[in-house]
């Protein structure tokens, strides 16, 4: 069924006929085409044992919760809702994909878009202080070295959650990483730190722009994250359209209409 419906939403987008759905109540625009490759690739990632074999996870536990219908709904919204976030964040930085990675196969671009995602609603975030202070043990770095990364945070809690890592939906490669880096979360942050500066001037202001204190800041990530949310709303109004359009289609064909 979940590959019947990624396949019918391509096709809407494809026809248009996803126009003849109730139209979503939400301020922000969704783009469909995006939506179908992200909700394409999360079909093929995220239902696949091969994509978590990758990173090291038991795939005898992941083989048993992917089959789960419940847990294949979380997973498909969280990967839609990571891939989408990034995206967006990448289409208001588009530079951010040229600008290298903060340690082997763990691009920065990644490390912006989750530290905006996890940022979220907050006023304080300390990142301008910490970055100025360069001392990832003090008291300004403390929130975004907590934030920095949630692989140790999926490591820990029971296996059946392995679809709520952003890390994980969106960078497979950095999972590898924080796993080969001893006192992860310290030496991302440092590594981060050491990037950031190799950023140019208008760079720098634009990504704590981003992830700075204060109201604009905190309104520009809840747009992005608005809009994320937004897209996995579209992703699930349309799966509905689509199979009721087929339960009507078999109805037909039983009256021989």
Excluded at 150 to 160: A, K, S
Aim: aromatic share 12%; proline share 2%.
């Amino acid at each position: 069924m979940m590959k019947f419906a990624v396949k019918s939403l391509i096709t809407l987008v494809v026809t248009n006929s996803f126009f003849l759905l109730t139209p979503m109540r939400s301020d922000a625009q969704v783009n469909m085409n995006r939506l179908v490759q992200i909700a394409k690739t999360c079909q093929e990632d995220i239902l696949s044992s091969n994509y978590y074999k990758r990173m090291g996870f038991d795939i005898d536990d992941i083989d048993y919760y992917i089959k789960k219908s419940s847990k294949q709904q979380e997973a498909i919204t969280s990967c839609i809702y990571s891939r989408y976030h990034y995206s967006l964040v990448l289409t208001k930085y588009p530079w951010l994909s040229s600008t290298g990675e903060i340690l082997s196969g763990y691009p920065g671009s990644i490390s912006v878009s989750y530290l905006a995602h996890l940022f979220g609603d907050s006023y304080h975030t300390s990142i301008l202080d910490c970055i100025a202070n360069q001392d990832i043990s003090s008291e300004e770095c403390s929130f975004t070295r907590y934030k920095i990364n949630d692989v140790d945070l999926f490591r820990r809690i029971p296996t059946e959650y392995w679809h709520k890592s952003y890390i994980v939906n969106t960078c497979p490669s950095c999972v590898v990483v924080h796993d080969d880096v001893s006192g992860s979360r310290e030496e991302i942050l440092k590594a981060f730190i050491k990037w950031f500066f190799t950023l140019d001037k208008a760079q720098r202001r634009e990504l704590i722009y981003l992830l700075g204190d204060g109201d604009e800041a905190r309104e520009l990530r809840l747009v992005i994250i608005r809009e994320a949310n937004a897209a996995v709303k579209k992703y699930w109004e349309v799966r509905q359209g689509v199979e009721e359009q087929e339960q009507e289609r078999r109805r037909q064909e039983v009256l021989g209409n």
